[in-house]
């Protein structure tokens, strides 16, 4: 009976064992395309950062919320939650595990959270953005904000709009009737001081709106995607964290 006993305990701990390692190797693997895709983003920041400057800082309230900034927080946040999966796969360590299972759980409560939040405060959201992108309108042009110039010259150019809510909006902030010339029809040097009828007049808030909302489907695909991933990783670590506590029972 004991030599029964143990080579059943023997027989259990192989197995356990053998499913450990595949799953330590999907996990690794998948934490590994997780860095990569974390690398990938943080180049592109930093390239963004290093040729466009603050591009796509739109925002007045906030300056420091442009695109290359919020790749390459993203790009290192993946990276270093990437590196912690990697670690745990290979070392078979289970804080290591628990640690990366907390962390994916946690940013993908926190995407959840924000995408309700922003489903129900659509309308006052609307009202904020469009207050503050006027308010930012007045840095336009100015010295120390290359980023937030640019990023207005190509949106009205690529979206043939002007101003936030009006072409109007330009009034303000030149005090006189002009705009830039990226709101121009045809582009030329100083068109911007030219009559009405040159200018675009779609306002380029409702125009954005309605380009997101023409490719709603791309960005609920991407949304999609990212949560799948992301549970996928859940999966993984919470499987391999409970095939380690197996293997380290049998095998004990």
Partial sequence: RLECSGATSLKRCGMARACLQAVKYLMFAFNLLFWLGGCGVLGVGIWLAATQGSFATLSSSFPSLSA??????TGTFVMAIGFVGCLGAIKENKCLLLTF?????????????????????????????QRDLKKGLHLYGTQGNVGLTNAWSIIQTDFRCCGVSNYTDWFEVYNATRVPDSCCLEFSESCGLHAPGTWWKAPCYETVKVWLQENLLAVGVFGLCTALVQILGLTFAMTMYCQVLKADTYCA
């Fill in 68 to 73: 290359a900034n919020l790749l390459i927080v």
């Fill in 101 to 129: 299972f907390l962390l994916l759980l946690l940013v993908f409560l926190l995407e959840a959270t924000i995408a309700i939040l922003f489903f129900a405060y659509t309308d006052k959201i609307d009202r904020y953005a």
